[in-house]
Protein backbone atom coordinates (compact mmCIF):
# COMPACT_ATOMS: atom_id res chain seq x y z
CA UNK A 1 0.00 0.00 0.00
CA UNK A 2 1.48 3.49 -1.10
CA UNK A 3 2.05 5.62 2.19
CA UNK A 4 3.28 8.75 3.43
CA UNK A 5 4.46 8.87 6.94
CA UNK A 6 5.55 12.42 8.51
CA UNK A 7 6.76 12.52 11.96
CA UNK A 8 7.06 14.89 14.61
CA UNK A 9 3.56 15.46 13.85
CA UNK A 10 4.27 18.83 15.41
CA UNK A 11 6.85 21.00 16.88
CA UNK A 12 7.42 23.96 18.30
CA UNK A 13 10.62 25.84 18.61
CA UNK A 14 12.15 29.31 19.58
CA UNK A 15 12.56 32.06 16.45
CA UNK A 16 16.19 31.80 14.84
CA UNK A 17 16.39 28.15 15.52
CA UNK A 18 16.90 25.41 13.01
CA UNK A 19 14.43 22.08 12.99
CA UNK A 20 14.37 19.38 10.64
CA UNK A 21 11.16 16.96 9.35
CA UNK A 22 11.19 13.29 8.49
CA UNK A 23 9.25 11.55 5.95
CA UNK A 24 9.05 8.20 5.43
CA UNK A 25 7.41 6.51 2.00
CA UNK A 26 6.38 3.42 0.51
CA UNK A 27 5.30 5.00 -2.51
CA UNK A 28 6.47 2.73 -5.62
CA UNK A 29 7.20 3.15 -7.89
CA UNK A 30 8.78 6.47 -7.06
CA UNK A 31 8.37 9.30 -9.25
CA UNK A 32 9.56 12.62 -7.08
CA UNK A 33 8.57 13.86 -3.64
CA UNK A 34 7.81 17.22 -2.81
CA UNK A 35 7.41 19.58 0.37
CA UNK A 36 4.90 21.75 0.49
CA UNK A 37 3.99 24.53 3.02
CA UNK A 38 0.23 25.00 4.30
CA UNK A 39 -0.57 28.35 6.37
CA UNK A 40 -3.44 27.57 8.56
CA UNK A 41 -6.37 28.28 6.28
CA UNK A 42 -5.29 28.34 2.87
CA UNK A 43 -3.82 26.41 0.62
CA UNK A 44 -0.67 24.14 0.18
CA UNK A 45 2.44 25.81 -1.49
CA UNK A 46 5.09 24.15 -3.24
CA UNK A 47 8.77 24.53 -1.72
CA UNK A 48 10.73 21.84 -3.04
CA UNK A 49 10.66 19.25 -5.69
CA UNK A 50 13.38 15.94 -6.28
CA UNK A 51 13.53 13.42 -8.65
CA UNK A 52 14.79 10.13 -8.23
CA UNK A 53 18.50 11.53 -8.82
CA UNK A 54 18.64 14.21 -6.70
CA UNK A 55 19.46 14.02 -2.93
CA UNK A 56 19.22 17.44 -2.06
CA UNK A 57 17.52 20.90 -3.02
CA UNK A 58 17.30 23.75 -1.63
CA UNK A 59 14.73 26.91 -1.62
CA UNK A 60 15.97 29.79 0.59
CA UNK A 61 16.20 28.70 4.24
CA UNK A 62 14.80 25.79 3.08
CA UNK A 63 16.73 22.22 2.58
CA UNK A 64 15.37 19.05 1.57
CA UNK A 65 17.37 15.90 1.30
CA UNK A 66 16.12 12.50 -0.62
CA UNK A 67 17.52 8.89 0.26
CA UNK A 68 15.41 6.85 -2.77
CA UNK A 69 17.21 3.55 -1.43
CA UNK A 70 15.78 4.20 2.10
CA UNK A 71 12.98 5.76 1.03
CA UNK A 72 13.37 8.73 3.48
CA UNK A 73 13.66 12.46 2.99
CA UNK A 74 13.87 15.58 5.32
CA UNK A 75 13.62 18.63 5.48
CA UNK A 76 15.67 21.17 7.04
CA UNK A 77 14.18 24.56 8.42
CA UNK A 78 17.75 27.05 9.43
CA UNK A 79 17.07 30.27 11.19
CA UNK A 80 13.32 29.89 11.89
CA UNK A 81 11.00 33.20 11.61
CA UNK A 82 7.49 33.32 12.95
CA UNK A 83 6.31 33.33 9.34
CA UNK A 84 7.50 29.21 9.33
CA UNK A 85 4.80 28.39 11.54
CA UNK A 86 2.55 26.40 9.20
CA UNK A 87 1.83 22.75 8.22
CA UNK A 88 4.48 20.92 6.17
CA UNK A 89 2.95 18.30 3.67
CA UNK A 90 5.45 15.27 2.07
CA UNK A 91 3.86 14.81 -1.31
CA UNK A 92 4.80 11.66 -3.16
CA UNK A 93 4.08 11.18 -6.51
CA UNK A 94 4.38 7.77 -8.92
CA UNK A 95 5.02 7.29 -12.36
CA UNK A 96 2.56 4.39 -13.16
CA UNK A 97 -0.34 6.38 -14.08
CA UNK A 98 -0.19 9.30 -16.57
CA UNK A 99 -2.47 11.58 -13.62
CA UNK A 100 0.76 11.51 -11.81
CA UNK A 101 -1.22 10.81 -8.06
CA UNK A 102 0.20 12.43 -5.88
CA UNK A 103 0.10 10.88 -1.93
CA UNK A 104 -0.06 13.50 1.14
CA UNK A 105 2.02 12.47 4.75
CA UNK A 106 -0.51 14.23 7.47
CA UNK A 107 2.00 17.08 7.72
CA UNK A 108 4.38 18.33 10.42
CA UNK A 109 2.42 21.62 12.57
CA UNK A 110 5.46 23.75 12.92
CA UNK A 111 4.77 26.54 15.43
CA UNK A 112 7.51 29.30 15.97
CA UNK A 113 7.85 31.00 19.02
CA UNK A 114 9.07 34.14 19.50
CA UNK B 1 2.10 32.76 -6.73
CA UNK B 2 -0.55 30.58 -8.61
CA UNK B 3 -3.53 31.73 -10.29
CA UNK B 4 -6.06 29.52 -9.20
CA UNK B 5 -9.32 31.05 -7.25
CA UNK B 6 -11.76 29.74 -4.86
CA UNK B 7 -14.91 30.73 -4.10
CA UNK B 8 -16.57 31.23 -0.95
CA UNK B 9 -13.91 31.08 0.75
CA UNK B 10 -15.74 30.00 4.10
CA UNK B 11 -19.42 28.83 3.78
CA UNK B 12 -22.13 28.03 6.38
CA UNK B 13 -24.84 26.32 5.12
CA UNK B 14 -27.94 24.38 6.83
CA UNK B 15 -28.59 20.86 5.85
CA UNK B 16 -30.56 19.44 3.04
CA UNK B 17 -29.10 22.55 0.74
CA UNK B 18 -27.41 22.43 -2.70
CA UNK B 19 -24.10 24.16 -3.04
CA UNK B 20 -21.70 24.96 -5.40
CA UNK B 21 -17.95 25.19 -5.00
CA UNK B 22 -16.66 27.39 -7.24
CA UNK B 23 -12.67 26.57 -8.92
CA UNK B 24 -11.13 29.02 -11.19
CA UNK B 25 -7.44 28.77 -12.93
CA UNK B 26 -5.98 31.38 -15.67
CA UNK B 27 -2.94 29.37 -16.13
CA UNK B 28 -4.41 27.11 -18.91
CA UNK B 29 -3.91 23.95 -17.37
CA UNK B 30 -5.72 21.24 -18.70
CA UNK B 31 -5.68 18.98 -15.28
CA UNK B 32 -7.77 20.41 -12.46
CA UNK B 33 -8.24 18.35 -9.00
CA UNK B 34 -10.47 18.51 -6.21
CA UNK B 35 -9.64 17.25 -2.75
CA UNK B 36 -11.22 16.88 0.84
CA UNK B 37 -8.88 17.96 3.81
CA UNK B 38 -9.94 17.28 7.68
CA UNK B 39 -7.96 19.32 10.02
CA UNK B 40 -4.59 17.18 10.54
CA UNK B 41 -5.68 14.96 8.24
CA UNK B 42 -3.78 14.26 4.92
CA UNK B 43 -5.41 15.46 1.72
CA UNK B 44 -7.65 13.40 -0.33
CA UNK B 45 -8.52 13.24 -4.07
CA UNK B 46 -12.24 13.38 -4.79
CA UNK B 47 -12.34 14.63 -8.32
CA UNK B 48 -9.89 15.18 -11.13
CA UNK B 49 -10.23 16.10 -14.59
CA UNK B 50 -7.99 15.63 -17.87
CA UNK B 51 -9.42 18.43 -19.50
CA UNK B 52 -13.38 19.87 -20.81
CA UNK B 53 -15.60 17.25 -20.80
CA UNK B 54 -13.50 14.85 -18.40
CA UNK B 55 -14.29 14.36 -15.04
CA UNK B 56 -13.32 11.23 -12.98
CA UNK B 57 -13.51 10.07 -9.41
CA UNK B 58 -10.54 10.22 -7.20
CA UNK B 59 -9.63 8.04 -4.37
CA UNK B 60 -12.04 9.09 -1.97
CA UNK B 61 -16.08 8.54 -1.69
CA UNK B 62 -17.60 11.26 -2.44
CA UNK B 63 -21.35 12.42 -2.59
CA UNK B 64 -20.55 15.02 -4.41
CA UNK B 65 -19.91 15.74 -8.70
CA UNK B 66 -18.05 18.01 -10.59
CA UNK B 67 -18.17 19.68 -14.39
CA UNK B 68 -15.48 20.70 -16.76
CA UNK B 69 -17.30 22.71 -19.69
CA UNK B 70 -14.55 25.43 -19.92
CA UNK B 71 -10.49 24.54 -19.13
CA UNK B 72 -10.51 27.44 -16.85
CA UNK B 73 -13.52 26.52 -14.39
CA UNK B 74 -13.94 23.18 -12.25
CA UNK B 75 -17.37 23.48 -9.98
CA UNK B 76 -18.02 21.11 -7.33
CA UNK B 77 -21.78 20.62 -6.71
CA UNK B 78 -23.50 18.99 -3.55
CA UNK B 79 -27.19 18.38 -4.05
CA UNK B 80 -27.58 17.78 -0.29
CA UNK B 81 -25.26 19.06 2.38
CA UNK B 82 -25.21 17.20 5.44
CA UNK B 83 -22.81 17.96 8.45
CA UNK B 84 -20.63 14.55 7.18
CA UNK B 85 -19.56 17.03 4.51
CA UNK B 86 -18.13 19.55 6.71
CA UNK B 87 -14.56 19.79 5.77
CA UNK B 88 -12.15 22.19 3.82
CA UNK B 89 -12.29 21.38 0.08
CA UNK B 90 -8.85 22.37 -1.99
CA UNK B 91 -8.79 23.04 -6.00
CA UNK B 92 -5.58 22.37 -8.07
CA UNK B 93 -4.37 22.17 -11.34
CA UNK B 94 -1.47 20.75 -13.37
CA UNK B 95 -0.40 21.76 -16.63
CA UNK B 96 -0.43 18.87 -19.14
CA UNK B 97 2.72 17.34 -19.80
CA UNK B 98 4.08 19.36 -16.58
CA UNK B 99 7.58 18.34 -15.46
CA UNK B 100 6.96 15.82 -12.33
CA UNK B 101 3.36 17.20 -12.45
CA UNK B 102 3.57 20.10 -10.63
CA UNK B 103 0.17 21.21 -8.86
CA UNK B 104 -1.02 24.56 -7.81
CA UNK B 105 -3.46 25.06 -5.09
CA UNK B 106 -6.29 27.35 -4.38
CA UNK B 107 -6.73 29.27 -1.26
CA UNK B 108 -9.84 26.53 -0.43
CA UNK B 109 -13.21 26.77 1.01
CA UNK B 110 -14.24 25.41 4.33
CA UNK B 111 -17.61 23.86 4.52
CA UNK B 112 -19.72 23.94 7.19
CA UNK B 113 -22.98 22.27 7.44
CA UNK B 114 -24.74 22.59 10.48
Known amino acids: KNQVEQSPQSLIILEGKNCTLQ??????????LRWYKQDTGRGPVSLTIMTFSENTKSNGRYTATLDADTKQSSLHITASQLSDSASYIC?????????????FGRGTQLTVWP | EADIYQTPRYLVIGTGKKITLECSQT?????MYWYQQDPGMELHLIHYSYGVNSTEKGDLSSESTVSRIRTEHFPLTLESARPSHTSQYLC?????????????FGPGTRLTVT
Open chain 1, 91 to 103: VVSDRGSTLGRLY
Open chain 1, 23 to 32: CNYTVSPFSN
Open chain 2, 92 to 104: ASSAQGARDYEQY
Open chain 2, 27 to 31: MGHDK
